[in-house]
Nanobody, 115 residues
Framework: QVQLVESGGGLVQAGGSLRLSCAAS????????MAWYRQAPGKQRELVAR???????NYAESIKGRFTISRDNAKNTVYLQMNSLKPEDTAVYYC?????????WGQGTQVTVSS
């Protein structure tokens, strides 16, 4: 069973930065796509960014130029560097990984951006 442990959330002022991490364990298989999603109160969960096993990245339009997704395959870890944070970035951030044909979600980490 794959387990995901997220860290790095917190409270930050607008314009500040945070770095989220999500470490996967419990699998002998290579991890395919790794991604970050977020869900704000009263809204649906949305894709923030994803990265393939080869390093190809995709970003939501709302965060392009401010957030960067990366991964360390040796550590089975995905990162989300978030710069120039805005109050509208406030949400619970979840990581998701794909291992063979299965999807796994992290427990979520709260990011709160004050104005």
């Amino acid at each position: 069973q794959v387990q995901l442990v997220e860290s790095g959330g917190g409270l930050v002022q607008a314009g500040g930065s945070l770095r989220l991490s999500c470490a996967a364990s419990g699998t002998a298989f290579s991890i395919n796509t790794m991604a970050w999603y977020r869900q704000a109160p009263g809204k649906q969960r949305e894709l923030v960014a994803r990265i393939s096993s080869r390093g190809t990245t995709n970003y939501a339009e709302s965060i392009k130029g401010r957030f960067t997704i990366s991964r360390d395959n040796a550590k089975n870890t995905v990162y989300l560097q978030m710069n120039s944070l805005k109050p509208e970035d406030t949400a619970v951030y979840y990581c998701k990984v794909v291992v063979t044909a299965y999807l796994y979600w992290g427990q979520g980490t709260q990011v709160t951006v004050s104005s």
